[in-house]
């Protein structure tokens, strides 16, 4: 009877460490996998870089708060909440920098994952909204640092 045990939970422990819901973005030489784990316990987002032959995770982050993956020029962009649980983040990986842009709502971040729940959100977020940033914007401000701070804050903090 133990033996059977044993044998039914060795699949559930080896299907684990897959790849869930993972999104691919690429861009001349640089590609960018964003994907889930489930650990028996919890789950976790991850973000890998691709460049040269070379794969290295860039960003190790609790389930649920990354909104979006961006490559522009050798600049990798992650578009998060500003509640994300963040373990591991990388600023710089073969030659490309990593840039956390925090200004995503959680209404923008509901109405993306879950709309039928976001219009609890659309009243409570008080930051300014970075939905309908254009490229040249966000390219003007990632040379504020490594965080992007909403447009409506004058003060950008520069990662030193």
């Not at 290295?56 to 500003?82: E, Q």
Request: hydrophobic share 35%; proline share 2%; glycine share 4%.
């Amino acid at each position: 009877m133990k033996k059977l045990f044993i044998l039914i939970l060795i699949p559930f422990f080896i299907s684990c460490d897959k790849h869930l819901d993972e999104k691919i973005y690429k861009s001349k030489d640089i590609t960018v996998k964003w994907y889930r784990v489930s650990n028996i316990s919890s789950g976790h987002d991850f973000i890998d870089l691709e460049r040269w032959g070379d794969t290295d995770n860039i960003m190790k982050a609790n389930t649920g708060g990354i909104y979006d993956v961006k490559i522009i020029g050798d600049t990798i962009l992650i578009r998060a909440i500003p509640q994300i649980g963040i373990y591991d983040l990388v600023a710089k990986k073969n030659e490309c920098y990593v840039k956390l842009d925090t200004t995503v709502t959680t209404y923008e971040y509901m109405k993306k994952f879950q709309p039928e729940n976001a219009k609890y959100f659309k009243s409570k977020d008080t930051l300014g909204s970075s939905e309908n940033v254009s490229k040249e914007e966000l390219e003007k401000k990632i040379l504020v640092g490594d965080f992007i701070v909403s447009p409506k804050n004058k003060e950008a903090k520069k990662n030193k």
